[in-house]
C-alpha cells in the first residue's frame, strides 16, 4: 500500500482518509463508539471552548468569563499551549479538531479523541448510568434559556447570586449511590413549569404553621428532619428551602444536572486518558505497520506523545501531581503485557488475567471500573517500580514526615491502596452532610463534617457557607465531628459570641 | 460514520458575554487599576490598552475542600534514595506547628488574577468617571472626521456624483465608434446614388439604383438607433474618505501649584486635561503640549514636574496667564496654530491679582485662542478668581467655560460648548 500522505498540511480529504482507516482499524479492535461530529476551528474558538469547560454551549455567567482571561492572557503571552483537541461525552461525539495543527496531529486527535475518548464514553460503566449522551445537548440549549429568561424576568445580577452559590456546593449537588432518571430536554422543559407549582406547594407544606390535630404525633414526625442525613445538598436545598423562588429552584436544579452529568468525569481521569492514549498509540502503530504512514509522520507523533505522558519525579521542578496520562496509558499497557507475556510475579499478582486474550481483558477493565477500583485491582508491581512509587506519610503533629512504603515487596500492597485512595472521591472531598433542620425553632439547618485522618476543612469553607446561607434563608450550622467528637463549629451569620454568652 | 465540520468562519467570541460579565462584576477593581494607570501614565498616552490586576483572593470561587493538617498518606514517583522508615524534615514556612505545606500540593501560586483590556475599554472606564454624553464618547474613542476626496472617475455612483463632462465625452466617444464605419459606407452610397441619378439610363442602372436607396435607408435607421447616451457611457465622481486630523494645535495647560493644591486635586485637574487632550487629538494632526505651572510666578515645565513637585508659596495667577501669553507671542502664533487651554486651581489668588487676570484674557488672549476652560477644583465657596472670571463667561460665550468641580464627573460641563460644536461637525473660526 501507498502512504495516505506524505505532507504535513491537512486538507479535509486527507483528513477523510485518515479517518477512513483509523475507523477500520478501531473496528477491528472492537471499539464501539457514538457517531463521531469532527469540528474543525480555530485557535480563538479553541479558548471560547477552553473557557466553557468544553460545552459547545452553556448559560452565561461571570466565572467563565475569568477562564476566558485566563486562557487568553497564558496563551497570548506563550505560556501555554492550546490542547490538541476537546471531546464531548454526547451523540454524536462531538470532537474539535485545531486547525493550526499539522497533519500527524490531527490524525492523533481522531485517533485518541474520536475512537478513544468515544468507545470509553459509550462503554464504560459509570457513563452509561449517569450520563445520556443523546440528551445532553438538548439540556444544555434549555438550560441556557431557561437562566436567561430568569435574567430578563429578575435580573442578572439576582440570578448570578444563585448560580454563584450553587456553583460553590456544585461538588456536593451529586447522587453517588441513587441512579438518576436520564435527563431528556424535551421532557424537562414540558413539566418543568408543573413542576413549580407542586414543587412550592410540598415546600410550603413542611413550614405549615397551622396546628394539626394530633400535636404529639406532629411533633414526633417533625423531631428528625431529614429523616436521614442527606450527602446531596443542593438537592435537599432545592426541594426544602423554605424561601426560594420557584425559578431558584429551577436553577440549582440545572446546577445540580450538570454536576452529575460532570461526575463520572471526575472519577474517571486517569482511565479515560489512559486508554485514549492507548488507543491512539496502538491505532497509530498500526497504520505504520500496514505501510500507511511513513517515518516523517511517526516521528512527529511519537515526539507529541512522549510529551504528553512523560512523568515528572516528585522533586522535578515540572512536576505537578501524577499525570493521569502517564499512568493510565502505562497501566493499559501493561495489563496488555500481563495478558500476553505474563512474568512469573504477575502469575502470583494476577493469575486471572495472566496469559489471557488482551483485547478482552482490556475491554472488561475499561467498561467495568473507575479510577479507584481500577488501580486498586490492576496496578502492578512492576509498574510500581517504574514509577518509583513512594508514600509519605505526613502527621500534622509529627515534625517530620515518615517514609512508610516504597517499590519493593512489602510496599507494594499499601502504595496501591493508598493511590487507589488518592483517586477516591470520597477521600478526596469532605464528607459533609445535612444532618438536621430546627423545624419548630429558628430554621435554622445543621450539616454535619465528619473528619476523616483529622484533616481539616479549608479555609474556604466559611465562604461556602455563607453561600448556603443565602440559598437556605436562615442560619446555617457547620458542624465538624472526628472519631465522634464534636470539634468544631462554624455558622452563618457568625454569632458564635452570642451562643457563649 | 464520522462527519467533518469547518467550524473555523463561526463567529470566534463566544465568550464575550461571560467576558462582559466578569468585567461588570470587577469595575469596581478595574476602574481603580485604570485609575492608578492614568496617574502612571503621560497625558500623551492614553491610547492603549491596560494590564489589570485584581487580588486572586477577591476573584477566588469557594468550594468545600480538604485543608491542610491531620493525618494523610501521599504517593510521588520518582523516588530516589528513600527506604521505607525513612523520616525527612518538613520544609519550613509552612506556618510552624499546623502547617505541612507540601511543595507539590499548593498548585498555583499566582496571589493576582491579571489581564489586559483593550484601548476602547480603557478609554470607556475613563469616560466613565467624567460622565460623558454618548455622543461625545463615541466621537472621542472612535476614528473621527473625514475628508472625502477626489479619486478619479469611477463607472458606479450616485446621481449626485455624476460627471455630465466625462458622460458626454464617453457618449460622444462611443457614438462615432459605433456609427463611423457606417457613416463611411453611406457616404459612399450617396456619391454612387447620385452618379447615378445623374445618369439614368439603362435597365441595370435602375435596379442598381433600387438596391442603394434600400441600403441607404437601413444604413441610416442603423446610424439612428446607436444612442445618443447610454448607461455606460455614465461616469461618477469617485469619492474617498480620509480620516483627517485637521491641523496643528497647541495646548496649554495651567495650573496652581501653591501649597493648598494637594495631589488629590491634581489628580482631578490631570483627567481634565486628559479629556482635552483626547479631543484635540481627534482634531488636529500634531499637537503640542506647553505646562505652565505657577505659585507666585510662573514657569514653563515638564509634565513629570507639573504634576509630581510641589511648590509652596502663595499664588498669583496673572504671572501664568502673562507667561502664556508670551509663549504664544513667542512661539505659537494664532494664525497658524489653533491654542487652547486649560487652567485649573483650587481658586486661591491674591485679592487684587485677580482684576487683572480677567482683563489679561479678555485682552489678550481670548482673542487669540480657540477654547479656554477654567475649573476651580475646591467644595468650598468661590473666591475672587471666580467672580473676576464669571464675567468673561457671557462676554466670550464661544470661547470660554469654567466650571467649579468637586468630582471628575463634573468636569465635562466645562467642555460642553466644545463638545457641541465638535458633534455639529465644525470647529468655529478654525484655522489652518
Same mark, same amino acid.
Given at each position: ?92 461525539? %462531538? ?169 463520572? @468525569?471526575? @472519577? ?42 512523560? @512523568? ?90 515518615? %517514609? ?27 464528607? %459533609? ?69 | ?432
Amino acid at each position: 500500500m501507498s502512504y495516505i500522505s506524505t505532507d504535513s498540511e491537512w486538507t479535509f480529504e486527507l483528513l477523510e482518509a485518515y479517518d477512513k482507516e483509523i475507523k477500520r482499524i478501531a473496528e477491528s479492535f472492537k471499539l464501539d463508539t457514538y457517531p463521531n461530529q469532527i469540528e474543525v476551528i480555530s485557535a480563538e474558538q479553541m479558548m471560547d471552548a477552553y473557557a466553557s469547560v468544553g460545552m459547545p454551549l452553556g448559560y452565561h455567567h461571570w466565572s467563565y468569563g475569568k477562564h476566558f482571561l485566563t486562557t487568553q492572557k497564558n496563551y497570548q503571552r506563550g505560556a501555554m499551549g492550546l490542547a490538541y483537541e476537546i471531546v464531548i461525552n454526547s451523540s454524536p461525539c %462531538i470532537a474539535y479538531l485545531m486547525e493550526e495543527n499539522t497533519l500527524p496531529m490531527q490524525a492523533l486527535v481522531i485517533a485518541h479523541a474520536c475512537y478513544g475518548h468515544n468507545s470509553f464514553f459509550k462503554g464504560n460503566y459509570l457513563f452509561k448510568t449517569w450520563t445520556d449522551a443523546s440528551a445532553i445537548v438538548d439540556y444544555l440549549v434549555f438550560s441556557r434559556a431557561y437562566i436567561k429568561k430568569c435574567e430578563e424576568r429578575h435580573g442578572i445580577e439576582d440570578v448570578e447570586k444563585v448560580l454563584d452559590s450553587c456553583h460553590a456546593l456544585m461538588n456536593y449537588g451529586v447522587d453517588r449511590y441513587k441512579r438518576p432518571k436520564p435527563i431528556s430536554a424535551e421532557e424537562e422543559a414540558h413539566r418543568q413549569e408543573e413542576r413549580e407549582n407542586i414543587l412550592q406547594q410540598q415546600v410550603n407544606d413542611l413550614w405549615r404553621t397551622i396546628p394539626k390535630g394530633h400535636e404529639e404525633e406532629a411533633e414526633k414526625m417533625q423531631l428528625n428532619f431529614p429523616s436521614e442525613p442527606q450527602e446531596n445538598i443542593l438537592y435537599f436545598i432545592e426541594k426544602n428551602a423554605p424561601l426560594l423562588k420557584p425559578w431558584q429552584r429551577e436553577i440549582i436544579r440545572i446546577v445540580r444536572k450538570m454536576a452529575q452529568y460532570f461526575y463520572p @468525569q471526575r @472519577q474517571t481521569q486517569v482511565m479515560n486518558e489512559g486508554w485514549a492514549t492507548f488507543w491512539h498509540y496502538t491505532l497509530l502503530h498500526t497504520l505504520y505497520d500496514e505501510g500507511l504512514v511513513n517515518e516523517g509522520f511517526m516521528l512527529e507523533f511519537l515526539t507529541s506523545h512522549t510529551n504528553v505522558v512523560a @512523568q515528572p519525579a516528585f522533586d522535578s521542578p515540572n512536576y505537578n501531581g501524577i499525570n493521569p496520562y502517564a499512568l493510565g496509558f502505562n497501566m493499559f499497557q501493561d495489563i496488555k503485557r500481563i495478558c500476553q507475556d505474563p512474568s512469573q510475579e504477575d502469575k502470583e499478582w494476577f493469575p486471572d488475567i495472566a496469559g489471557s486474550d488482551w483485547l478482552e481483558t482490556l475491554h472488561f477493565a475499561m467498561k467495568n471500573f473507575k479510577d479507584e477500583s481500577f488501580i486498586q485491582q490492576y496496578l502492578s508491581p512492576k509498574l510500581i517500580r517504574d514509577f518509583k512509587l513512594f508514600s509519605l506519610y505526613d502527621d500534622e503533629d509529627s515534625p517530620k514526615y515518615l %517514609i512508610d512504603a516504597i517499590h519493593n515487596e512489602k510496599g507494594y500492597r499499601m502504595i496501591r491502596d493508598k493511590l487507589s485512595q488518592q483517586y477516591d472521591l470520597s477521600y478526596r472531598e469532605p464528607n %459533609i452532610q445535612v444532618w438536621s433542620v430546627d423545624l419548630r425553632g429558628d430554621r435554622s439547618l445543621t450539616l454535619r463534617h465528619t473528619m476523616q485522618s483529622n484533616i481539616p476543612l479549608s479555609d474556604d469553607s466559611t465562604e461556602v457557607i455563607k453561600h448556603l446561607h443565602s440559598l437556605w434563608g436562615f442560619d446555617i450550622h457547620l458542624e465538624t465531628y472526628s472519631n465522634g467528637e464534636k470539634v468544631k463549629d462554624q455558622s452563618c451569620p457568625n454569632n458564635k459570641t452570642d451562643d457563649e454568652e | 460514520m464520522s462527519y467533518f465540520i469547518d467550524r473555523r468562519l463561526n463567529g470566534k467570541n463566544k465568550s464575550l458575554v461571560n467576558r462582559q460579565r466578569f468585567m461588570q462584576r470587577y469595575k469596581k477593581h478595574i476602574k481603580q487599576a485604570v485609575s492608578e494607570a492614568i496617574n502612571k501614565r503621560s497625558i500623551t498616552d492614553m491610547e492603549r490598552g491596560e494590564k489589570i490586576s485584581i487580588p486572586s483572593q477577591d476573584t477566588h470561587e469557594p468550594i468545600i475542600s480538604h485543608g491542610q493538617g491531620g493525618q494523610q498518606h501521599r504517593i510521588y514517583p520518582g523516588n530516589k534514595q528513600f527506604d521505607a522508615g525513612d523520616r525527612i524534615d518538613k520544609p519550613k514556612g509552612g506556618g510552624g506547628g499546623s502547617g505541612s505545606g507540601k511543595a507539590g500540593n499548593s498548585g498555583e501560586g499566582e496571589d493576582e488574577f491579571s489581564f489586559y483590556i483593550s484601548k476602547e475599554e480603557f478609554l470607556n472606564y475613563i469616560f466613565e468617571d467624567l460622565a460623558l454624553p454618548n455622543m461625545v464618547k463615541k466621537s472621542l474613542s472612535t476614528q473621527d472626521e473625514f475628508e472625502t476626496k477626489h479619486a478619479g472617475f469611477v463607472t458606479e455612483g450616485t446621481a449626485n456624483n455624476l460627471s455630465i463632462v466625462r458622460s458626454m465625452r464617453n457618449a460622444h466617444a462611443r457614438r462615432i465608434a459605433l456609427s463611423a464605419g457606417k457613416k463611411r459606407k453611406l457616404k459612399s452610397l450617396l456619391l454612387e446614388q447620385r452618379e447615378l441619378e445623374s445618369n439614368p439610363d439603362g435597365f441595370k442602372n435602375q435596379a442598381r439604383l433600387l438596391a442603394i436607396s434600400e441600403e441607404i435607408s437601413i444604413l441610416r435607421s442603423r446610424i439612428k438607433k446607436v444612442p445618443y447616451l447610454d448607461t455606460f457611457d455614465l461616469r461618477y465622481r469617485s469619492q474617498v474618505k480620509y480620516p483627517v486630523p485637521s491641523s496643528k494645535a497647541v495646548m496649554f495647560c495651567l495650573m496652581d501649584v501653591s501649597g493648598s493644591m494637594t495631589q488629590d486635586v491634581k489628580e482631578i485637574a490631570k483627567r481634565f486635561y486628559i479629556l482635552l487632550y483626547l479631543f484635540l487629538q481627534k482634531s488636529y494632526d500634531k499637537i503640542e503640549l506647553v505646562f505652565i505651572r505657577h505659585h507666585t510666578s510662573a514657569k514653563e515645565v515638564t509634565e513629570e514636574e507639573f504634576f509630581y513637585s510641589r511648590e509652596t508659596g502663595g499664588t498669583i495667577v496673572s504671572s501664568a496667564l502673562k507667561l502664556m501669553h508670551e509663549i504664544v507671542q513667542d512661539r505659537y502664533s494664532a494664525s497658524e496654530w489653533n491654542i487652547y487651554a486649560a487652567q485649573a486651581s483650587d481658586g486661591d489668588n491674591w485679592d487684587d491679582d485677580s482684576p487683572r487676570c480677567s482683563t489679561l484674557l479678555s485682552q489678550k488672549i481670548l482673542p487669540e485662542v480657540q477654547y479656554f476652560s477654567y475649573i476651580e477644583i475646591t467644595p468650598q465657596d468661590h473666591q475672587a478668581l471666580w467672580h473676576a472670571y464669571k464675567a468673561l463667561e457671557t462676554e466670550w460665550p464661544n470661547e470660554f467655560a469654567m466650571a467649579q468641580i468637586r468630582e471628575p464627573k463634573d468636569i465635562y460641563t466645562v467642555f460642553r460648548e466644545l463638545f457641541a460644536k465638535q458633534t455639529k461637525g465644525s470647529l468655529k473660526g478654525e484655522r489652518a
